[in-house]
Each structure stands twice: as C-alpha cells, then as structure tokens.
C-alpha cells in the first residue's frame, strides 16, 4: 500500500485511510512532516472513525485521540536550540559547532483509544511509557 500524500485533498486522505484500515490487521504510521502536522486533526480523527490503530511522532497526535506516538522530546530540543543560540551570540562560528541529534524520546499512550480500538496494551509498556493519557 502506498504511503498518504498529505498535500492531497481530504477525500484523498480519507480513501487512503478506508484503504489502510479494510486490511488485516492494518494499522497507520504517521511519520514527521510539516503537511502531516498540518493535516493532524484530519488523520487522528479517520483512524479513530475506521479503528485503526495509529503511531504517531508527536503527543500532540495522542493529547487529540491518537494511540500512541513515539518521538523527540521537544522541550528538549528546544532547550539546547537556546543553549546553541546563546553560544553563536557569544561569537562560536555555527559550522565549527557539531550537530547533534535528539538523545531524549517519549512514549505516549491514550487509554482511552486503546479501548475504543479494543485494544489491551500490555503492562510492561505502560511502565515504559513517559506519560498514559486515562
């Protein structure tokens, strides 16, 4: 099956969708994209309308009936963004500065959604989880 093209109309979107949720045991992975992020509320709310379990990358995704997102923690990324910035305004040459990668990931997980999924999401991932939503 091919992956949803987020600059598509939302009829596109939600054919995509039906499509990925009449397979068995299908189920949705919605990657980081600035057009995913704007179509967000459009693919929380078709997973939910055809129960077909979804990951996302963000919390923002499971704080609006998602199931579950793993990704960057950004509060973090954002504050060594300012570390970075207050190291550039004191004169370091930012392409003398190394990149870095993000070191600190959250799981999240809607209970909620779960059920109405009628899914069990086993104890062992909820104690790994950094926050459930009830």
């Known amino acids: ?4 093209n987020t600059h598509d109309k939302a009829s596109d979107i939600e054919r995509a969708i039906s499509d990925f949720a009449r397979e068995p045991n299908g189920g ?6 600035s057009s995913g ?3 967000r509320e459009l693919i929380v709310s078709l997973a939910a309308r055809y129960k077909l379990p979804a990951v996302y990358f963000n919390r923002d995704q499971v704080s609006s009936g998602g ?4 990704g960057s923690d950004y509060t973090d ?12 305004l004191k004169g ?11 070191n600190k990931y959250e799981l999240v997980i809607n ?23 009830e």
Request: net charge positive; aromatic share 4%; proline share 10%.
């Open 1 to 4: 099956m091919s992956p949803i």
């Open 28 to 33: 949705l992975i919605a990657t980081a994209s």
């Open 37 to 39: 992020n704007a179509r």
């Open 67 to 70: 199931l579950i997102s793993y």
């Open 77 to 88: 990324l954002y504050r060594r963004a300012a570390s970075y910035v207050d190291r550039i």
């Open 92 to 102: 370091e040459k930012p392409a003398e500065m190394p990149v870095q990668a993000p």
């Open 111 to 133: 209970l909620k959604t779960a059920k109405a999924l009628g899914l069990a999401i086993p104890p062992s991932v909820l104690a790994r989880a950094d926050e459930v939503i």
